[in-house]
């Protein structure tokens, strides 16, 4: 598949002011920081399309993105942002938990894990949850650029086995994994809503 256009639509706060676009959707989740607006930005070639930021924003929302007329990419605000407020923090969640469960239009989510660290209690809890929900998951480990080529085939060994899935090395910077992240999304565009 080839990106050819790419644009940002819209965000909110919550499912209920999402809009409906009758497109399949795929959803970006990870740890804080982990790298899902750059991994957004290198899969359409686009230096700034996603908001990217060494520290983490405060804003929690859902922000949509479409692709070639026919598919919806959704970046969202990371989890174990410690910096929230304990409320603010539940409200989001809540939030993002309604997303997932409901939104109707998504079929699969990307879990994005850092290379560089072991997978973290936060990335299982969020796993769990999508199981239990039976949502389908592909697992990236990200920010294989910044290990050695040693470190990196561990990392990804090392996650696959905690995890028990296949994983896929990504570099926003490099751009390794990008064909096979769009031969996957490829292949959820034929499946249709
Ligand atoms: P939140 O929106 O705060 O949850 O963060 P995020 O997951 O969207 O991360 P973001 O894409 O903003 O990246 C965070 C930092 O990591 C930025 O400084 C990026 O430039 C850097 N980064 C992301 N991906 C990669 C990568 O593959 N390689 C390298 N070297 N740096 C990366
Ligand atoms: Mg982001």
């Given at each position: ?47 700034n ?37 304990k ?7 809540k ?39 039976e ?59």
């Amino acid at each position: 598949m080839k990106i050819l256009t790419a644009e940002f639509l819209t965000s909110s706060d919550c499912l209920k002011n999402c809009p409906i676009y009758n497109l399949p959707e795929v959803a970006l989740i990870g740890r804080s920081n982990v790298g899902k607006s750059s991994f957004i930005n290198t899969l359409v070639n686009r230096k700034n399309l996603a908001r990217t930021s060494n520290t983490p924003g405060k804003t929690r929302l859902i922000n949509f993105y479409k692709i070639n007329d026919n598919l919806i990419i959704v970046d969202l605000p990371g989890y174990g942002y410690a910096k929230l407020s304990k409320s603010e923090q539940q409200k989001w969640q809540k939030n993002l938990e309604e997303y997932l469960k409901n939104r109707e239009s998504l079929k699969s989510v990307i879990q994005l894990i850092d290379a560089r660290h072991e997978v973290q209690n936060n990335d299982i809890q969020m796993r769990t949850w999508l199981e239990h929900y039976e949502i389908p998951i592909i697992t990236v480990a990200t920010k294989i650029d910044t290990i050695s080529k040693n470190e990196a085939a561990k990392s990804v060994q090392n996650i696959s086995k905690t995890l028990n899935v296949e994983v896929i090395p990504f570099s926003a910077k490099t751009g390794i994994g990008k064909q096979e992240i769009l031969k996957i999304l490829s292949a959820i565009i034929s499946q249709g809503l």
